[in-house]
């Protein structure tokens, strides 16, 4: 049986320094009861490139509930375009398919900047004085010229206009908004003459940041002003935990706590399975998980509580139910329409006193 690894990241953003040069690094947990050798790779986002990034020693031995640590280096080139990319860690066994046991980590970010701009050469001092005498001379001629020539028509014309101005009264048509990212719906509405109104986004990976749905319908006039809502559709990113794996958590006041890539985001469905122990009658001593308990929570933490009891109903009346407190976990974003988006990685915890 392949081994279900845990991918954890020291950091959600890499910082780079002049030379283009950064690192950061991941944790890969072993949670299973045998040892078992990891591979680990880094998995370039879009528009990055793998050359840029390094880790020594990829392939380790984790023993049972034990760690590896691996050091990502990132190493951009001078003429990659600047802009914000991101970058993954995957993990999985290295006697097995990739397939079987591969784990992916949560996004880390890193910014290159544009390089710097050239300075500027000083001008002489002596240019800057005969370029301001010429100035000189040309403003006294221009002035006789004026003040001494015929009497020609001196109306001035009136200045166009840069840009044309939104309507601010009357009726205008809506623009058609299918197909444009939230940012360029926005700025069409303005440009319009209109306002956006509720802004709800929907999960839907087909087709990432793109407007699904407009409260009022392409070309139809409506007057200035007029506040149209939109249905973006998402691709919901799974939340990074912050609780570490195995943490031990008081039962006062213990709490599973993540962060969620997408600041629009502002419910999660966090899912609980308890481990119980079961002892007595014809059955031998033997563990097993109880049912997911599934919870919506509009927070990013939640405090845990044990249901060890519910496990009485799956043992004979004269069997001894015991719990060490131990459990699985994971979370997932929720969207505007309570569609949920891909579940975080699942890791083990455990309830004290």
């Known amino acids: 049986m392949s081994t279900k690894w845990v991918v954890t990241t020291a950091a959600e953003r890499i910082v780079l320094d002049d030379a283009k040069q950064g690192g950061t690094t991941f ?17 370039p986002g879009t528009d990055a490139d793998g050359s840029w990034f390094t880790v020594d020693e990829p392939q380790r031995r984790v023993l049972p509930a034990a760690s590896a640590s691996f050091l990502l280096k990132v190493h951009v080139p001078a003429d ?12 999985y066994s290295a006697d ?14 890193f910014d290159v900047a544009a390089p710097p701009a050239p ?6 001092w002596w240019i800057i004085a005969i370029a301001a005498a010429l100035v000189v001379i040309t403003v006294v001629t221009v002035t006789l010229v004026l003040t001494l020539g015929g009497g020609e028509d001196k109306t001035a014309l009136p200045a166009a206009s840069a840009t044309a101005a939104a309507p601010t009264s009357g009726p205008v048509p809506v623009p058609d908004l299918a197909r444009l990212n939230e940012t360029q719906a926005l700025f069409a509405l303005k440009q319009a003459g209109l306002v956006a109104g509720t802004i709800k986004h929907k999960q839907d990976p087909s087709r990432p940041d793109t407007v699904i749905e407009q409260s009022v319908a392409a070309a139809k006039t409506v007057a200035a002003g007029t506040a149209v809502d939109l249905v973006v559709a998402v691709k919901l990113s799974p939340p990074v935990l912050k609780t570490p794996p195995n943490e031990k958590l008081k039962q006062i006041d213990g709490r599973l706590v993540w962060e969620q890539p997408e600041a629009y985001v502002t419910r999660w469905l966090l899912s609980m399975s308890e481990t119980v122990c079961v002892q007595g009658g014809a059955i031998p001593y033997s563990c097993l998980n109880l049912p997911v308990v599934w919870t919506r929570t509009d927070t990013k933490s939640y405090a845990p509580s044990l249901r060890a009891a519910q496990a009485l109903g799956l043992a004979p009346a004269n069997a001894i139910v015991s719990t060490t407190g131990a459990f699985i976990w994971t979370v997932s974003a929720v969207d505007d ?3 949920s988006g891909p579940t975080a990685v699942v890791l083990p915890a455990q309830m004290v006193p």
């Open 27 to 43: 944790t890969v947990t072993n949670p299973g009861k045998a040892a078992d050798r990891v591979v680990f790779e880094p998995v």
């Open 80 to 91: 990659a375009r600047p802009g914000a990319y991101e970058v993954q860690g995957r993990a």
């Open 96 to 109: 097995s398919a990739p397939e079987e046991s591969s784990v992916l980590s949560g996004r880390v970010v």
């Open 119 to 124: 300075q500027k050469r000083r001008i002489p």
């Open 337 to 339: 329409f309570g569609g």
